[in-house]
């Protein structure tokens, strides 16, 4: 038997590893881990070769390139959604590649918030992402609402996870709306996607999700599940790259309504081109659109949503629950001792693809690892994010980085930086 914290332990589970092949499909610094596709994944082959694919037919047929070539542009926020479907268990008409997370939960809110009487208020939570809150906010000061009173953000008793119960004991007469994330960007929580959507449903509110942690890491049923809508962004998990065109999902019961922000490609196809003033909206999620498509930085999901459909979301998430299971393993056992706390739920069906632990010198610690050759992410004021990724991390990842961290502290190291975030973190 090997010895489970060693070296060989981690070659062996690689060695086992269904998935190793696809890191050959990535560009991979040889020098570094890199442990941050939460914020920012990789390029992979594939999705390189879709963008030069695009570009060939601007450079050869310029204008017919929306309606010519193996990939016509008029029809590619379409077929992308197509692509995207099944990793958020959705029909095909259901999702679009458009916008981004932001705008994306804009357009959702435009166009479900539909405050009527008493029933006025919008429910979050108080640990989501900054934009998303801005958003909400803005969204309410357009309806004339004070955001103080309209927008319920449920708490967390210790800063890092949600209870599903307090969530839903904050689901009143009062709520119209209800947006909550998928996998919280810090700890790592998933929430009970299903349940909070049947509790929202039996209180007559409307429920939408943010899976900008969630897709490509986990799996998910949003058709069956009768979530209303969900919004994300391609460039984390699904390594569509930097500012990466979004994606949104809108359940088919509500096709056929008019889009709460209107655009010429929130037509009807067909009818698009008849340029009449009155809109017809597309009977489908491409309603939600609003104006030309980002051809340039949809392209690589084209690519990249190959290597998904190839290695399946089921095998995806056995990975990751098994890195992510190592890694806390491997924490726990070389570091106790030295003030790191993990913030992510202990166990695996409640924890997204990353870890989150706590330092007070967190900052500099991440420094250190970067210069180590790791690349973290950090989170202020004192958090650090580790995510090892299904399609390009490797247990030997894992192990060094848990190598690397334990010298950093041990040789003091991380004195020799600040303890200051840098603009980017
Ligand atoms: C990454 C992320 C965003 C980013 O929004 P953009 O509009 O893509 O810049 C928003 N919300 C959450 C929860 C995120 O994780």
Redesign the pocket.
């Known amino acids: 038997m090997t010895n489970i914290y060693s070296h060989n332990y981690a070659k062996e589970l690689d060695e086992q590893d269904e998935l190793k092949v696809f890191r050959n499909e990535f560009y991979i610094n040889p020098d570094k881990i890199y442990l941050d596709g939460?914020?920012l994944g990789l390029l992979s082959k594939q999705a390189e070769k879709a963008v030069y694919t695009i570009m060939e037919a601007w450079k050869s047929v310029a204008i017919d390139g929306w309606t010519q070539g193996n990939q016509p542009w008029f029809h590619l926020s379409e077929h992308i959604g197509e692509k995207m479907a099944p990793l958020v268990g959705a029909n095909s008409d259901e999702v679009i590649a458009t916008?981004?997370?932001?705008?994306?939960?804009h357009q959702l809110v435009a166009s479900f918030y539909k405050p009527e009487e008493s029933r006025t208020k919008i429910l979050a939570d108080a640990l989501?992402?900054?934009?998303?809150i801005y958003a909400l906010k803005s969204q309410l000061q357009l309806r004339g609402y004070d955001t103080k009173k309209h927008l319920v953000q449920v708490e967390s008793d210790n800063g890092h996870v949600l209870k599903e119960e307090d969530i839903i004991a904050a689901m009143t007469e009062e709520v119209a709306l209800i947006v909550l994330?998928s996998v919280l960007?810090r700890s790592g929580q998933i929430l009970d996607m299903e349940k909070l959507t049947v509790e929202a449903h039996a209180r007559g509110i409307m429920i939408g999700f943010?899976l900008?942690?969630s897709i490509g890491a986990i799996p998910h049923a949003l058709h069956d599940w009768g979530v209303d809508f969900a919004f994300?962004?391609n460039?984390?998990h699904l390594n569509g790259g930097p500012?990466s065109v979004?994606g949104l999902f809108v359940h088919k019961k509500h096709f056929g309504e008019q889009p709460g922000l209107a655009g010429w490609f929130s037509s009807e196809k067909e009818k698009q081109f008849d340029m009449d003033h009155d809109l017809t909206p597309a009977p489908h999620a491409g309603a939600y659109q609003i104006g030309t498509p980002h051809v340039l930085s949809a392209a690589p999901l084209l690519g990249s949503l190959d290597l998904f459909e190839e290695a399946g979301i089921t095998k995806i998430r056995e990975k990751s629950v098994a890195l992510t299971s190592y890694l806390l393993q491997l924490l726990d056992h070389e570091l106790s001792g030295y003030g790191f706390i993990v913030r992510s739920p202990k166990l695996a069906k409640n924890r997204g693809a990353h870890v989150f632990i706590e330092h007070q010198e967190a900052a500099r610690i991440c420094k250190a690892l970067k210069a180590s050759g790791v690349v973290p992410d950090f989170r202020a004021p004192n958090g650090i994010r580790l995510a090892p990724v299904s399609l390009y991390n490797s247990f030997s990842d894992v192990w060094h980085t848990v190598q690397n961290l334990k010298k950093i502290m041990d040789e003091k190291t991380y004195k020799n930086y600040s303890n200051k975030r840098g603009v980017v973190a």
């Open positions: 939460n914020s916008g981004s997370t932001t705008t994306n939960l989501n992402f900054p934009s998303d994330p960007y943010d900008c942690h994300w962004c460039y984390k500012g979004g």
